[in-house]
């Protein structure tokens, strides 16, 4: 009786089909990192060096290396678009909505580093000197949307949102903002929270 064959497990996931829905992800993010340097973002940060993970909330480097604490929101930005594309789209494949969230991932940084959000931004007492986002700190923001939407698949629901109200408290705490505040600030900032934000010390040493 012959054996069968043994199967590489990776050999499930490199298929035509695959590696088409791939390169369509990486399309759309060249098609975002083209978009965000005709509004004249920088590729990386201005100092002329890329750092794994920049400590500071409200330091100039923030939003223009790879990781920041503003990161963790868009791991938030990618479990909101599971379970939003999950709702709507139930029928469709997963790989197609994956795309799709890419396609949001990359509005999103476009229109976050439009100069009218800039300039909106700069409102608030935490980034008072925003330039925009690297083009770098976008790629890797859409690569945290896509690590958050992939928790929210294998996770359940109740996980999910224990791992969403730990980011969102920790942030507070510790750069006193987040996703909420973030959104509070854009559409009705107010003066209590802007007085509480102005009093937040920029962390030393804790992942440096």
Known sequence: ?????????????????????????????????IIEFSMGRLLIC???????WYNYANGPGNSQHLFDWYTFT????????????????????????????????????VFENSPMMIERYRQTELALGYVGD???????????????FIIAKKSKIWITI????????????IIRDGLILNVINLIYPTEFIGQWQSGATRLIGIFT
Do not use: Q
């Open 74 to 109: 868009h791991l938030i930005h990618g479990m909101f678009f599971y379970f939003i594309l999950w709702f709507f789209f139930r029928k469709m494949p997963l790989e197609k909505r994956l795309i799709l969230a890419v396609l949001l991932a990359g509005l999103f940084e």
């Open 134 to 148: 690297s083009i770098l700190n976008s790629v890797s923001d859409i690569f945290a949307m896509f690590v958050g």
């Open 162 to 173: 224990l791992i969403v109200l730990v980011i969102e408290i920790s942030l507070g705490i």
């Open 1 to 33: 009786m012959k054996k069968k064959d043994k199967k590489n497990p990776l050999e499930r996931y490199v298929t035509k089909e695959n590696a088409i829905y791939f390169s369509i992800i990486i399309f759309i993010i060249l098609i975002m990192a």
């Open 46 to 52: 201005d100092c002329g060096y890329v750092s794994f």
